[in-house]
């Protein structure tokens, strides 16, 4: 079964620890994407990733850091610059990021951070 | 720069009602327009989205989407709801040159018995 797995779905972080919420997919998708879910907030970009060792900063990057060393993977790590990381993190893939006609994001089930 | 406006953050409605949800956006280019819906605690799911052609789109379940230039408007309608569709839906843009979907705020639909 193809996909998008988020880990863990779950997260405590106490304040001052940098984590770091993992995102794969076997979708063969070249672009991904990190958004942050508040409520009534809708999803907030935080990261994108076109291609292997690309990012790009999105609307919220202050206080997250990403890689891209693999097609599959795009792990966030929530530093301890992040003031407010309490919040529900969503992870997207796209088959190509060059052109807005294929730009259906396809999504993980998220990962729920709470910081203690 | 594009802007999606969801007005109604919550939408009651009784069990084999119609019901519209409202999604107006602000582009100066071509766009492209989704409707996701996410269930809780789960991430988004695809309900239909607007490419190009019929500006009436449908999804499997029953809700549609009609693509209005003129009035920037993708309002989704469905015209009997069940409980099952108690969700909240996100409408989202894509603008040509832009390489990231812009959401809505959402807008939580509570199918009542």
């Known amino acids: 079964d193809g996909g998008i797995t988020q880990s863990p779905k779950y997260l405590f972080r106490k304040e001052g620890q940098n984590v770091t919420l993992s995102c794969e997919q076997n979708?063969?998708?070249?672009?991904m994407y990190w958004y942050r879910q508040d409520p009534g907030q809708g999803l907030r970009l935080i990261y994108y990733s076109q291609i292997v060792n690309d990012f790009q900063k999105g609307d919220i990057a202050e206080g997250y850091s990403v890689s891209r060393e693999k097609k599959e993977s795009f792990p966030l790590t929530v530093t301890s610059a992040q003031k407010n990381p309490t919040a529900f993190y969503l992870c997207a893939s796209s088959v190509f990021a060059g052109g807005a006609v294929h730009n259906e994001q396809f999504f993980g089930p998220g990962t729920r951070l709470t910081v203690l | 720069a594009q802007s999606v406006t969801q007005l109604d953050s919550q939408v009651p409605v009784f069990e084999e009602a119609p019901v519209e949800l409202r999604c107006n956006y602000s582009s100066s280019v071509s766009v492209y327009l989704f409707w996701y819906v996410q269930y809780p605690n789960q991430g988004l799911q695809l309900l239909l989205k607007y490419l190009s052609g019929s500006t009436l789109v449908e999804s499997i379940n029953g809700f549609e989407a009609e693509f209005n230039k003129s009035q920037t408007s993708f309002h989704l309608r469905k015209p009997s709801v069940h409980i099952s569709d108690t969700a909240e839906y996100f409408c989202?843009?894509?603008?040509?040159?832009?390489?990231?979907?812009?959401f809505g705020s959402g807008t939580r639909l509570q199918v009542q018995p």
């Open positions: 989202a843009v894509s603008e040509a040159g832009r390489r990231a979907l812009t």
């Open positions: 979708l063969n998708h070249d672009a």
